[in-house]
């Protein structure tokens, strides 16, 4: 991803490279990405090397 600075904030909007739609703050995507691991760890499931 390319970000505005060197170090991105949370509240940095983030973009999809390929089609431009806005996906959210950075902070929001952390958050759902964070949930889905949790999500994942619960059922067991393997993960991907």
């Known amino acids: 991803m ?3 600075r060197p170090q991105p904030l949370d509240s940095d909007m983030l973009t999809c490279f390929t089609c431009g ?13 964070l949930a889905a691991y949790e999500r994942m760890q619960k059922q067991g499931l393997p993960r991907k090397q």
């Open 2 to 4: 390319k970000f505005e």
């Open 21 to 33: 739609h806005e996906l959210g703050t950075l902070g929001s995507v952390k958050a759902k990405m």
